[in-house]
Nanobody, 121 residues
Framework: QVQLVESGGGLVQPGGSLRLSCAAS????????MAWYRQAPGKGRELVAG???????NYADSVKGRFTISRDNAKNMVYLQMNSLKPEDTAIYYC???????????????WGQGTQVTVSS
């Protein structure tokens, strides 16, 4: 059973920082790359950042140099440190296992509730 629980979102001013957390069920975490995705109002879900089981990372161009993804394999946790936030980062953020060889597309159709990030002054 796939279980994904995201947390850490909130309202932040432009230029601010947030750290998102994702708790994933052990059955999917240990064997999969993991990724953060986001969906802004009126737009489709897009890849933000991904990390493989051995720590290799991949970032969307729009967040390179500002966001950092990491994982704690002992705790089945994935994190997204977001710095220098911009209004265009406003979205609901989700985590999921990722299919690296399929352009980091999400592996599972079951999603958590996501966590809302709003960047506004």
């Amino acid at each position: 059973q796939v279980q994904l629980v995201e947390s850490g979102g909130g309202l932040v001013q432009p230029g601010g920082s947030l750290r998102l957390s994702c708790a994933a069920s052990g059955s999917i975490f240990s064997i999969n790359a993991m990724a953060w995705y986001r969906q802004a109002p009126g737009k489709g879900r897009e890849l933000v950042a991904g990390v493989t089981t051995d720590g290799s990372t991949n970032y969307a161009d729009s967040v390179k140099g500002r966001f950092t993804i990491s994982r704690d394999n002992a705790k089945n946790m994935v994190y997204l440190q977001m710095n220098s936030l911009k209004p265009e980062d406003t979205a609901i953020y989700y985590c999921n296992a990722a299919a690296v060889y399929y352009k980091w597309s999400p592996r599972y159709g079951s999603w958590g509730q996501g966590t809302q990030v709003t960047v506004s002054s």
